[in-house]
């Protein structure tokens, strides 16, 4: 029995990395996803990959950041489909790296700010509603395992982005938990995506050695392992999991030998 039959879930993000592996693996478990994206050639390419899992799907080019694009592409999923019964909140930016706080500039913390928290509760803003018009749902919001502790790698407005996605997580699933929503996070470590693989192309040694500090498994993640993760908490077999911050990112390592 496929867990998302004919269960229709928005996909923030979804050109690319994560999104796309989410919007794939969703479709293969019956879901109609509506993928959103600002890149509509690598969007569509990923439709055509949705349709061949044998899903069914739409795209609508947005810009989470835009207000207005953002009421549109639920209104896009509303007209299309008659109602929206989830979302992966999944649209993201790195921001600065490799630079210490007071030495990153304002207009870098606003896009990493604006992209990774305002945009998400803009998002859950306009999905809620949408939901509770069908007596319920799941939402899953991307957050990082930089949501749950500090950044080593010189990156505070990602980190704060992050933080924050958890906090305003776990409040909604408050708000909305007795209604019949579900609001869960998930917490990736570095995993295979078009925001990680440049820098293990560029800086090879730096990042084996972020990999061997941040995962017991010491390795990279693949966008498939936290897709599965995803679908997961989208479906019924998550049905009493509300206000999670699930990391997916191979363990801590904390150990000195």
Not at 6 to 33: F, P, Y
Not at 74 to 99: H, I, S, Y
Not at 247 to 256: A, E, F, Q, Y
């Amino acid at each position: 029995m496929k867990r998302l039959l004919d269960k229709v879930i928005v996909v923030t993000g979804a050109s690319s990395g994560l999104g796309a592996a989410t919007a794939i693996r969703l479709a293969s478990e019956g879901a109609k996803v509506v993928l959103a994206a600002r890149r509509r050639d690598k969007g569509e390419h990923v439709l055509r990959q949705v349709e061949s899992a044998g899903g069914e799907g739409i795209f609508v080019q947005t810009d989470v950041t835009r207000t207005a694009d953002v009421k549109a592409l639920v209104a896009a999923a509303l007209e299309r489909f008659g109602g929206v019964d989830g979302a992966f909140n999944n649209a993201g930016v790195t921001g600065p790296t490799l630079t210490p706080l007071a030495d990153i500039d304002e207009a870098g913390w606003d896009e990493a700010i604006n992209t990774n928290l305002r945009a998400v509760f803009v998002c859950m803003k306009y999905q809620i509603p949408a939901l509770l018009a069908r007596g319920g749902g799941a939402i899953v919001n991307m957050s990082s395992m930089y949501g749950l502790k500090p950044s080593d790698l010189g990156h505070s407005p990602y980190c704060a982005s992050k933080f924050g996605v958890i906090g305003l997580t776990k409040t909604a699933a408050v708000d909305y938990g007795d209604k019949g929503i579900r609001v869960n996070a998930v917490c990736p470590g570095f995993t295979h995506s078009e925001m990680v693989d440049p820098y293990v192309e560029s800086a090879p040694e730096l990042m084996g050695r972020v990999i061997k500090r941040h995962s017991a498994m010491n390795r990279l993640g693949e966008s498939n392992e936290v897709a599965e993760a995803v679908v997961w908490l989208l479906s019924q077999q998550a049905s009493f999991v509300n206000g999670a911050a699930l990391l997916v990112g191979g363990g801590d390592t904390t150990r000195l030998y």
